[in-house]
């Protein structure tokens, strides 16, 4: 069975400054993985999606995540915060790369942003 | 081009009663799924639609069911709630042969 750890509840980061949020993921067989981003009230943005090839993901936003298999992760980054970035991310991971494979969330990590 | 949509916005009812959530999917999608969010959780997988047919389920109980109409919109209901079913409840919708799944904004179901 798949599983995503997102380790950090919240997390606050001053505007101008880099972000880094984790996500592990256990899954035996070639993971398919995402990120999404969802804003207080509304649902899910998908940011990116990792299936193969190259292990650094360009996504939406100004966002990027990179795929280490060797320490089960995919963590999202971001060089520099803006204050419209504060919202909850969620990593996901799935078992095929077609649109109907059930995703398995994480519980998500809050990111404040800062003056 | 409309994306997912969802209906209503928010709803609450009463323990024990039952509820219908609707969902429009992304305009020539034709594989519908539910999903629970709990408060503080990350959404957890109810089952998904395709050909009207229930074809994946997770680990919800029977009071859970569905619909998928010709159209390719749907239905979620519950019966009987209970005050853990409180949460919100997004749609997400995709193309079997495809590979992005998209998100409604979600139903907010409180049980009281």
């Known amino acids: 069975a798949q599983s995503v750890t997102q380790p950090d509840i919240h997390i606050t980061v001053s505007e101008g400054a880099s972000l880094e949020l984790r996500c592990n993921y256990s899954y035996g067989a070639t993971p398919y993985l995402f990120w999404y981003v969802q804003s207080p009230g509304q649902g899910l943005q998908l940011l990116l999606k990792?299936?193969?090839?190259?292990?650094l993901v360009q996504g939406i936003k100004g966002f990027e995540a990179e795929f280490k298999r060797s320490q089960s992760s995919f963590n999202l980054r971001k060089p520099s915060v803006h204050w419209s970035d504060a919202a909850e991310y969620f990593c996901a991971v799935g078992a095929t790369n077609s649109g109907n494979t059930p995703l398995v969330f994480g519980k998500g990590t809050r990111l404040s942003v800062i003056a | 081009d409309a994306g997912v949509t969802q209906s209503p916005t928010h709803l609450i009812k009463t323990r024990g009663q039952q509820v219908t959530l609707r969902c429009s999917p992304k305009s020539g999608h034709d594989t519908v799924s539910w999903y629970q969010q709990a408060l503080g959780q990350g959404p957890q997988f109810i089952f998904q639609y395709y050909e009207e047919e229930e074809r994946q389920r997770g680990n919800f109980p029977d009071r859970f069911s569905g619909h998928q109409f010709p159209n390719y919109s749907s239905e979620l209901n519950v019966n009987a709630l209970l005050l853990g079913d409180s949460a919100l409840y997004l749609c997400?919708?995709?193309?079997?042969?495809?590979?992005?799944?998209?998100f409604g904004e979600g139903s907010w179901l409180t049980v009281v």
């Open positions: 997400a919708s995709s193309l079997v042969a495809g590979n992005t799944i998209y």
């Open positions: 990792y299936f193969s090839g190259d292990t």
